[in-house]
């Protein structure tokens, strides 16, 4: 039951995020709000793009999510993972 409890955690710590950044920042909602489904959706694949790529992350030394994440998989060697064939193929027999 804990791990359910701090997956919800970060959830919410998330979701509050992306409130305060995105829904009620002014500089994210255009004069009087977005018009219609498009606009926020282009407002929430924006803000997640600056998330991910250029909002520097305090936990991980100041830099974005994106290039934590490939510095630690540039940095994995490949004789940590067995080579296990991936199939090329989906069907039946």
Request: glycine fraction near 6%; hydrophobic fraction near 40%; charged fraction near 20%.
């Amino acid at each position: 039951m804990t791990i359910y409890r701090s997956i919800n955690a970060m959830a919410e710590a998330l979701n509050s995020l992306f409130k305060a950044e995105c829904i009620r920042n002014p500089v994210m909602r255009p004069k009087g709000g977005w018009n219609n489904v498009s606009d926020v959706e282009i407002a929430v694949a924006e803000y997640v793009d600056w998330f991910n790529h250029r909002r520097l992350h305090g936990e991980i030394g100041q830099v974005p999510p994106a290039e934590f994440e490939a510095t630690h998989w540039a940095s994995v060697k490949n004789e940590n993972y067995p080579a296990i064939p991936v199939p090329i193929e989906v069907g039946s027999n």
